[in-house]
């Protein structure tokens, strides 16, 4: 394991950046996100860790733990690491790493490869990686604009890539143009999605939803949402976790196709009787 770095990471949305930082987050800085009325604030993993963070591990499923940051930091966001018989696969990253979780991980079997579903959920994705013995981040090329810090362990692809046998990270775009879900097949031989916040379960059971963004409430068009839920049509899955620690437990595929085309319509005017 190497020593963790003092990097420099943005409070608001929690990925780590370059040193010096920027004037302003560009992540935080666009359409989807913001950067708070009190102005841009950085802080750097020993300052985080002074303050008391940690990352707490929950078994959701057999083989699948969610990684969550206390107290809540950045976005908020749940992350997942995925066991396979061929190694561990990191989906969406937490934007705190200290050597507790580090050596709760490795009690789980480390991490083999690591991958977000969009760049608001790069996290610490290079630390993470270096306390994994170079660990591969996965980073789709349409979005390699907004990586803030740059490193070797960076490996870009386009449409798909297989990070570890039986699972796979592919791109979808919506929310970014490189938005991505991962596919990893649970202890019980059933496809479960990882979804981010590409395709976001609902508080309704069996409901999904898309955005452009979320705490900007802009929405996506209904060619968009059609096309999304076409790019996981032919793929095998049940259920179903977003990144904020929601479930479909079983009938997700149904309920992203069903979800697709309501969403579709509302949005082009099919019920604007019922407005």
Known sequence: ??????????????????????????????????????????????????????????????????????????????????QTEHGNLLFDVPPYIDNDVVAAVMELGGVHGIAASHPHMFGLQLEWSAAFE?????????????????????????????????????????HFAGSAIALWTGSDGTGVMLSGDTIGPVARDGWVTFMRSFPNYLPLSANVVRRIAASVADLDFDRMYGNFGQTISSGAKVAVATSAERYAEWVSGVHDDLT
């Open 1 to 82: 394991m190497s020593p963790l770095t003092n990097v420099t990471i943005c409070r608001t949305c929690g990925v780590e950046t370059s040193t010096p930082p920027p004037q302003l987050c560009p992540i935080c800085d666009d359409e989807r996100q913001f950067v708070p009325a009190s102005g841009q604030e950085w802080t750097t993993r020993e300052e985080l860790e002074s303050e008391g963070h940690s990352v707490s591990i929950n078994e959701r499923e057999p083989g699948l733990f969610a990684l969550q940051v206390e107290p809540k930091l950045g976005i908020g966001q749940t992350c997942y690491l995925a």
């Open 134 to 174: 170079g660990a591969p981040v996965f980073v789709c090329r349409t979005d390699a604009e907004w990586v803030q810090r740059d490193g070797p362990n960076i490996w870009a692809y386009y449409r798909e890539a297989r990070p570890l046998p039986g699972t796979a990270v592919l791109r979808t775009g919506g």
